[in-house]
């Protein structure tokens, strides 16, 4: 009787597999190739593979192999590396392939179970960007104010004028290690009304804690404005543009420390900024889509992610094991209001107020709450959907409409 050949079939470590009701999705880290797969005799092997006694590592023999259906998936996955496949010779060992293993040292729940580990200082290596409101004080009334800045960076302003202490940012920059902070954003409303805006400056400098000021271009102050020559500045425009603005609108822009941000809520909104950037050659400048509660087509048309869209980057094994976890796209992060409150993200509950609480303690409170830092593609449609973490973490957007899921792949 003729003997037929054994071979090991193996996924490579850099890959990412996940099945969800009958669907399985290969995904390599490396170069971003993929397969899907719908056959149950394919994710039959694969999650034989996935058996933690297998390591990744099955032995197929020829006749399973000659099947037309395995024999193109098995092809295919080791042209685009994949999995590995090769002839199991006598005698010989079984191939050692190392899986990866979800390990993130920011893992909260980790941590705090490791008998006799406290948070302590070292609490302060979370910290990365900081967003501070001075004040709240505006003279004008734009369209999309005190929603802006739930969606983005940008100012914002309310009925009951206040100003942040100057003795308690001093103070709160004191207990800062400035050289863990990625980002120190200033805005409020006017900031140039803020009483202390002169000394906070020259703090800052004395300080050498550089940040960046958001500024909306209604108020603009070309005086005062000097001021802020060796910090970056963000310039908000939104739509429709006062024509008296335009002027100082364009100098700014031709300052290396200034980048204009288009906030735009249509695809007319976008042809003006095009025209604008276009017409005066801006190179620093950014574009921000902001839902107003009544654009929904224009946000499905021009925001929403397609299948396409999510694999058409490249994303890492770090990042993807890391969406599972946390939300990258505020983990870190706090916003200081002008009457002390401290909030992970302006849409979401105060977690405490730093003039009746420790920063440290602060920070340690979200990371065990968890208002924004944590907050993952866990509930429905995405955690019914093989691409549940390869899109980016959840944003404002998802907050702000009420959904889940911004994308085509589960409507």
Known sequence: MMKHKNYWFAILPHVYYVQKNGEALLYNTINGNNIHTQDFNIIDLLEQMH???????????????TQNNINDFIKESVSKNICSFIEKIEDQPKPIQLMPVLNLQRDIEKLRKKEGRTLGENIFHYLSDIIIYLNNSCVFDCAGCGGYFNQFFHCSKSFNTENIDFDLLKRFFKHLTISYIRRLAITGGNIFLYPYFSELINFLH???IFSIFGIHYRNIDMKKIKLLNDFAIELFVTFPIEEKFVKKIISLSKQNNTTIIFIISSEEDYRKAEIIISQYILKNYSIRPFFNGENHTFFKNNVYLTKEDILRTTISQRKIFSRQKLNTNFFG????????????????????????????????????????WRIVRDKEPCNNCIYQYLCPSPSEYEWVMNKNNLCTVIP
């Open 206 to 208: 004395k300080e050498k």
């Open 51 to 65: 058996v933690k006694k297998n390591l990744g590592v099955i032995c197929i023999n020829e006749i399973i192999f």
């Open 333 to 372: 992060r706090i916003h200081l209001f002008p009457n002390g409150d401290i909030k992970a993200h302006p849409f979401k509950e105060v977690i405490d107020n730093c003039q009746q609480e420790l920063l440290v303690k602060i920070i340690e409170k979200e990371l065990i709450t968890n208002t924004a």
